[in-house]
Nanobody, 120 residues
Framework: PLVESGGGSVQAGGSLRLSCAVS????????LGWFRQASGKEREWVGS???????NYADSVKGRFTISKDGARNTLYLQMNSLKPEDTGIYYC?????????????????WGQGTQVTVS
């Protein structure tokens, strides 16, 4: 499974770091992604990292959010800086077996339970 943590409430301009503990029997090639869903809206892709170290971000978070992975701890991180109210939502981490890195949530087969981020 995937287990997110680190969500909370923060004022605009603030920072949060989300963590995702990854316990998946991963293939040699895989992607790990962050998605978010605001109330009443479709789930949207935030960014992903693949097993070759490539990282892509949605334009809406580029330059503000950073994805990283601690291999020793099997933990995926999402560092979020300069947060805006429109960043509010439930944030999910997800696992996709194989490459390439994609932004389509239907390609991701394992999901965490989500963690709430509220920016006011």
């Amino acid at each position: 499974p995937l287990v997110e943590s680190g969500g909370g409430s923060v004022q605009a301009g603030g920072s949060l770091r989300l963590s995702c503990a990854v316990s998946v029997s991963s293939a040699n090639d895989y992607c790990l992604g962050w998605f978010r869903q605001a109330s009443g809206k479709e789930r949207e892709w935030v960014g992903s990292l693949d097993s070759d170290g490539r990282i892509n971000y949605a334009d809406s978070v580029k330059g503000r959010f950073t994805i990283s992975k601690d291999g020793a701890r099997n933990t995926l991180y999402l560092q979020m800086n300069s947060l805006k109210p429109e960043d509010t939502g439930i944030y999910y981490c997800a696992y996709k077996p194989g490459l390439p890195l994609t932004l389509n949530d239907r390609d991701y087969t394992v999901w965490g339970q989500g963690t709430q981020v509220t920016v006011s």
